[in-house]
């Protein structure tokens, strides 16, 4: 077999290796089922490791958000998007400063990894967590 054959020979046994291990059904059953589209809408609560509890009022249209944060000095707006599972949403507070807040979706509906920064000051940050449990309402595709 010339060199250019069996280099053609070993990519077709790999790739026939690939294809097998990729449509096998022990192979589908790993295959995480993700969420395309979560339903975060409501009120629901933050509680960040700097000690503040603030109270957030979600209106949800698709993959974006906004709504209210309010920290006991009044409602303030916020805007953001959950996509996939990633959480983002901006809060413009009543001090001028805007606080920047991530969060990733688990596979359950929990928002986990809170992380919230202060855009001005980005030497102030914060965790946070909230015990909301979110629906998926739109599943990825298989």
């Given at each position: 077999?010339?060199?250019?054959?069996?280099?053609?020979?070993?990519?077709?046994?790999?790739?026939?290796l690939?294809?097998y291990a990729c449509t096998t059904?022990?192979?589908?059953m790993r295959?995480p089922?993700?969420c395309?589209?979560?339903?975060?809408?409501g009120?629901w609560?933050?509680?960040?490791?700097?000690?503040?509890y603030?109270?957030?009022?979600v209106?949800?249209?698709?993959?974006?958000f906004?709504g209210?944060a309010?920290y006991g000095?009044?409602p303030?707006?916020?805007v953001?998007t959950?996509?996939?599972?990633h959480l983002?949403?901006?809060?413009?507070w009543?001090?001028g400063g805007?606080?920047?807040y991530?969060?990733?979706?688990?596979p359950g509906?929990?928002?986990?990894?809170?992380?919230?920064?202060?855009i001005?000051?980005?030497?102030?940050?914060a965790?946070?967590?909230t015990?909301?449990?979110?629906?998926?309402?739109?599943?990825?595709?298989?």
């Amino acid at each position: 077999m010339s060199n250019g054959g069996a280099s053609g020979f070993v990519l077709f046994v790999l790739s026939s290796l690939f294809l097998y291990a990729c449509t096998t059904p022990a192979a589908k059953m790993r295959m995480p089922q993700g969420c395309q589209h979560w339903d975060i809408n409501g009120t629901w609560s933050i509680d960040q490791s700097n000690g503040f509890y603030i109270t957030v009022v979600v209106r949800q249209t698709n993959d974006e958000f906004a709504g209210t944060a309010d920290y006991g000095s009044g409602p303030v707006p916020l805007v953001g998007t959950v996509r996939d599972s990633h959480l983002a949403m901006t809060v413009s507070w009543a001090s001028g400063g805007a606080g920047l807040y991530t969060a990733a979706m688990s596979p359950g509906g929990l928002l986990t990894d809170g992380f919230t920064q202060n855009i001005s000051m980005p030497a102030s940050t914060a965790t946070w967590s909230t015990a909301r449990q979110f629906q998926c309402v739109a599943k990825l595709p298989r």
